[in-house]
């Protein structure tokens, strides 16, 4: 099975840094696309960044120059590093691996338990 745990979230004053990290664990060989979204209370959980296994990402427009998504596939890491942080990124981040491999096995659509960002105006 895969496992996706993060950490780094917390309470931030507007304008401020956090970096979110995401282990995978679970012998995995591979993961395609790495990626994190996030979710407020009574909306549909969005994408925010994501990250395939080559290096390129992709970005919601709404963090376009603030927020920086990087991986090391040696150590099935993600990570997000988000800059100049606004009150309406408060959310739950979410880490996901649309596609790992563990052994012979794929396991698709795979998430973390997500982790709680707040930031105060």
């Known amino acids: 099975q895969v496992q996706l745990v993060e950490s780094g979230g917390g309470l931030v004053q507007a304008g401020g840094s956090l970096r979110l990290s995401c282990a995978a664990s679970?012998?995995?060989?591979?993961?395609?696309?790495g990626g994190w979204y996030r979710q407020t209370p009574g909306k549909q959980r969005e994408l925010v960044a994501q990250?395939?296994?080559?290096?390129?990402?992709n970005y919601a427009d709404f963090v376009k120059g603030r927020f920086t998504i990087s991986r090391d596939n040696a150590k099935n890491t993600v990570s997000l590093q988000m800059n100049s942080l606004k009150p309406e990124d408060t959310a739950v981040y979410y880490c996901?691996?649309?596609?790992?491999?563990?052994?012979?096995?794929?396991?698709?659509?795979?998430w973390g338990q997500g982790t709680q960002v707040t930031v105060s105006s």
């Open positions: 996901n691996a649309n596609e790992a491999k563990v052994g012979s096995r794929w396991y698709y659509n795979n």
């Open positions: 990250i395939t296994s080559s290096g390129t990402t």
């Open positions: 679970g012998n995995i060989l591979v993961i395609n696309v």
